[in-house]
């Protein structure tokens, strides 16, 4: 399992919330999700957010870049 679904999946948020918090339609979301498509850096820095409001100490470079 990949990272961000882990973190997504920590905060019980599914796909379909996690898209329209970052304002993306659910395949696009899937889509960088899985790996397909990357996040954009704006979208990089909503998803993180999101991720703060339950888990306050997490940073972008944690969720994207650190393996």
Known sequence: ???????????????????????LSINGYRQKESGETEFKKSEMLKFT???NRFMPNITVQEIFFNQ
Not at 1 to 23: T, V
């Open 49 to 51: 957010k999101v991720i």
């Open 1 to 23: 399992m990949n990272k961000i679904k882990s973190y997504r999946q920590a905060i019980s948020y599914s796909q379909n919330k996690m898209a329209f918090e970052l304002g």
